[in-house]
């Protein structure tokens, strides 16, 4: 926290990491929902049209139930890595 504006008490720099870490989350969420319409939508639709078909609307759903299942396991993962690594430190 250092490197925070001087000037700011300690609640405002709780305040301001708080808003940070919110922005950063926000980002992440679009950006999985990006990257996950995105190949699941070149996985599933092959001929686009005004509307999804009964399998397209299946692999869909199926897609984005695996896409999110592996980034909860991936950022579940890093978070304990995190952790461990935060643990070893002097």
Known sequence: MDSLPAGLSSTQKDELMDQVKQQIAV??????????????????????????????????????????????LVSRTYSERIQKERHRMP
């Open 27 to 72: 980002a992440n969420a679009q950006e999985l929902l990006t990257k996950m319409t995105e190949k699941c939508f070149k996985k599933c639709i092959t001929k686009p049209g005004t509307s999804l078909d009964s399998s397209e609307q299946k692999c869909i759903a199926m897609c984005m139930d695996r896409y999110m299942d592996s980034w909860n």
